[in-house]
Nanobody, 124 residues
């Protein structure tokens, strides 16, 4: 099992920045892909960014050039650097992990382990 704990959320004005962290614990040796998802009130959850253990990354179009996903394998920690934030980036952000190999997916059903989320609020 893998336990995931997110941190770093908060409230910022549009144009601001935040850095989210996700600390993984438990049996993480075979953890291959990790991803960030978000869900705004009344909307479906969407994949934001993902990275595998080889450093391959995937992003949704709306965050390309603004967000950057990275991981520190020695610390078992996933990061999401968010810049030029927009009100539409508001939502609960979740960290997820999966053991299966392959290109880092952005579909939630492809991840097995989930954190409880951290709230990001961007005001205009």
């Amino acid at each position: 099992q893998v336990q995931l704990v997110e941190s770093g959320g908060g409230s910022v004005q549009a144009g601001g920045s935040l850095r989210l962290s996700c600390a993984a614990s438990g049996y993480t040796y075979d953890t291959y892909c990790m991803g960030w998802f978000r869900q705004a009130p009344g909307k479906e959850r969407e994949g934001v960014a993902a990275i595998d253990s080889d450093g391959n990354r995937a992003y949704i179009d709306s965050v390309k050039g603004r967000f950057s996903v990275s991981r520190d394998s020695a610390k078992n920690t996933l990061y999401l650097e968010m810049n030029s934030l927009k009100p539409e980036d508001t939502g609960m952000y979740y960290c997820a992990a999966r053991w299966e190999r392959g290109p880092p997916p952005l579909r939630g059903y492809q991840y097995r382990f989930w954190g409880h989320g951290t709230q990001v609020t961007v005001s205009s």
